[in-house]
């Protein structure tokens, strides 16, 4: 991902566990954007946190350190799944044992989907796509895109403001 470019960016939990199922899990997510949004590393102009994977449109404005944003936030929440599994089993820890020289877990699929969104249709094509998953016929999390907490579909549709870190794609394009 090169820095000042708005990507969608899809990301799974390893063997699509569903990890990121209930409430905790998830505000390790809004968490990591939320911090990484203050610091001025990522601008996030849509997301929905779903069972086993996420969606993102984002863009990552400069480096954490030495690190992309990206590398940071998958490693900052695979570290708190570890801390939070450790102390309450959701999912039992051993799931993502690996077999590493460099960690003994792993929460995250290698290689996460980045496409760089070039035009403004397809850039709303994905943000319809990310606001409209919940309600797909597989996972049935919500009727209306609106009613699903973990999302920025509110945030389009109505102007609701739970996420500080969300900016609008729409004074982007």
């Known amino acids: 991902m090169e820095l000042g470019e708005i ?26 954007l939320d911090y990484l949004s203050k610091q001025n590393k990522i601008d996030v ?11 993102f449109i984002w863009r990552a404005r400069s480096l954490n350190g030495k690190e992309h944003p990206k590398g940071s936030f ?4 695979a570290h708190e799944f570890k801390k939070l ?3 309450d089993p959701l999912i039992p820890l051993p799931c993502f044992r690996v077999n590493v020289y460099n960690k003994a877990y792993e929460f ?20 319809d796509y990310i606001h409209f998953n919940p309600c797909a016929g597989k996972w049935k999390l919500a009727k209306d895109p609106n009613d699903y907490y973990f999302s920025s579909a509110a945030f389009y549709e109505k102007g609701v403001t739970n996420f500080s870190f969300l900016r609008d794609i729409r004074n982007e394009f």
């Open 85 to 87: 599994l450790s102390f």
């Open 108 to 127: 995250w699929q290698k290689n996460p989907l980045a496409i760089i969104l070039y035009t403004r249709k397809v850039a709303f094509q994905k943000l």
């Open 7 to 32: 990507y969608f960016f899809t990301a799974s939990i390893n063997h699509w566990l569903h990890l990121l199922a209930p409430d905790r899990p998830k505000q390790i997510i809004v968490s990591a």
């Open 45 to 55: 102009f849509a997301f929905v946190i779903m069972p086993s994977h996420i969606h």
């Open 74 to 77: 998958l490693k900052y929440t």
